[in-house]
T-cell receptor, first 112, second 116 residues
Framework: SQQGEEDPQALSIQEGENATMNCSYKTSINNLQWYRQNSGRGLVHLILIRSNEREKHSGRLRVTLDTSKKSSSLLITASRAADTASYFCATIHTGANSKLTFGKGITLSVRP | KAGVTQTPRYLIKTRGQQVTLSCSPISGHRSVSWYQQTPGQGLQFLFEYFSETQRNKGNFPGRFSGRQFSNSRSEMNVSTLELGDSALYLC???????????????FGPGTRLLVL
């Protein structure tokens, strides 16, 4: 399976702390994207990083990509209770057109 | 711009019935993809439509089908429903997709289907 894997599966932190989530994948990619999902609702796109990029920032989010290790990390700084959600990494594999391959997700709980 | 809309939001069916779900993409978007989300299998790709043609297909049985209309709106149909088809069905739209794809996909709120 090309499905990516995130770790940890669950993360609980205190408000104000940083949260780091990791994702690994198996085959070459065009890009990697991170999504957030609140309570089984639709997915909200957070950030897209292309295969030729190494780091990208968006507000309190920082994403890194290491194609040699086939891994990515998402850092959320100064977390808030509203960041409580499930986070998914998804990859567009080379030759897969627009098909997103998702990992199983990470459940983040931010305690107020 | 209005986001991706999906109807209905909730649906209860019984085994053996069929169901049709609808998705309206963001205005100007021509690619529509469908995903199934279950607790056991996670998010899985069903198929993608572009310019009324199925361009990409996941590993689902033939009971799952879809189509796209000239205005880019899409429908997916599941025939002969099984208990295991209970899931959140999500559709996503993007401008055009395709090889070298670097576009963001925007997801709708999903249709939650319960099969009894």
């Amino acid at each position: 399976s090309q499905q990516g894997e995130e770790d940890p599966q669950a993360l609980s932190i205190q408000e104000g702390e940083n949260a780091t989530m990791n994702c690994s994948y198996k085959t070459s990619i065009n890009n990697l994207q991170w999504y957030r999902q609140n309570s089984g609702r639709g997915l909200v796109h957070l950030i897209l990083i292309r295969s030729n990029e190494r780091e990208k920032h968006s507000g309190r989010l920082r994403v890194t990509l290491d194609t040699s290790k086939k891994s990515s990390s998402l850092l959320i700084t100064a977390s808030r209770a509203a960041d409580t959600a499930s986070y998914f990494c998804a990859t567009i594999h080379t030759g897969a057109n627009s098909k997103l391959t998702f990992g199983k997700g990470i459940t983040l709980s931010v305690r107020p | 711009k209005a986001g991706v809309t999906q109807t209905p939001r909730y649906l209860i069916k019984t085994r053996g019935q069929q169901v049709t779900l609808s998705c309206s993409p963001i205005s100007g978007h021509r690619s529509v993809s469908w995903y199934q989300q279950t607790p056991g299998q996670g998010l899985q790709f069903l198929f993608e439509y572009f310019s009324e043609t199925q361009r990409n297909k996941g590993n689902f049985p033939g009971r799952f089908s879809g189509r796209q209309f000239s205005n880019s709106r899409s429908e997916m149909n599941v025939s002969t429903l099984e208990l295991g088809d209970s899931a959140l069905y999500l559709c996503a739209s993007s401008l055009s997709g395709g090889e070298g794809y670097q576009e963001t996909q925007y997801f709708g709120p999903g249709t939650r289907l319960l099969v009894l």
